[in-house]
């Protein structure tokens, strides 16, 4: 079964305050990672899809990478803005369902 | 382009009842799939509908139902609920046919409450 565990669970940094969010996957065949940003109430938003270990894709104060057995979100001078869960899915080949983490909840204080 | 709607956006209901939601997916998509997410288990996959059939099931009760229709539309069904339903419900709709990994663009969902 894929497993997907993310950390830290919460995390809270100040403006301009760099850090690292780590998902770690075990996934029969990895076909894709995700990554989305889910504000309260509302669904998620993608992110990125990253395929193979060696990947990297960037957007603002965003930066995903990846290896074969885990996956980092970086975020850059964050701005309150920023505060939200990120959340973490694996896809396998074979079929098309998520496999999510239950997140990282980032509060950003100005 | 539209994104995916999602209606109701809130409902409540007692133990007992039956509930149906409805999704529309972002135009051209062909699978939708649907997830529940609770505090305490995250985002949980329920199933997964491309062309009509449903491709893929996670593990929830046959109380979980769902269909798709001729225009992607899908809608789920949730019979004889229980408090434990409550939850949010979300829909995610892909161009997924092709071989590569394919993004899920997700609804606002639907928040049930079960009393």
């Known amino acids: 079964e894929d497993q997907v565990t993310q950390s830290p669970e919460a995390l809270r940094l100040q403006e301009g305050e760099s850090s690292s969010l780590n998902c770690s996957y075990t996934v029969s065949g990895l076909r894709g990672l995700f990554w989305y940003r889910q504000d309260p109430g509302k669904g998620p938003e993608f992110l990125f899809t990253?395929?193979?270990a060696g990947e990297e894709k960037e957007k603002e104060r965003l930066k995903a990478t990846l290896t074969k057995k885990e996956s980092f979100l970086h975020i850059t001078a964050p701005k309150p803005e920023d505060s939200a869960t990120y959340l973490c899915a694996v896809q396998a080949y074979g079929n098309n369902r998520l496999a999510f983490g239950k997140g990282n909840q980032v509060v950003v204080i100005p | 382009k539209a994104g995916v709607t999602q209606t109701p956006r809130y409902l409540i209901k007692t133990r007992g009842q039956q509930v149906t939601l409805s999704c529309s997916p972002i135009s051209g998509h062909r699978s939708v799939s649907w997830y529940q997410q609770t505090p305490g288990q995250g985002l949980q996959f329920l199933f997964e509908?491309?062309?009509?059939?449903?491709?893929n099931k996670g593990n929830f009760p046959g109380r979980f139902s769902g269909r798709q229709f001729s225009n992607s539309r899908s809608e789920m069904n949730v019979s004889t609920l229980e408090l434990g339903d409550s939850a949010l419900y979300l829909c995610?709709?892909?161009?997924?046919?092709?071989?590569?990994?394919?993004?899920?663009?997700f609804g606002p969902g639907t928040r049930l409450t079960v009393l």
């Open positions: 509908y491309f062309s009509e059939t449903q491709r």
């Open positions: 990253l395929y193979s």
């Open positions: 995610a709709s892909s161009p997924q046919g092709r071989q590569g990994a394919s993004e899920q663009f």
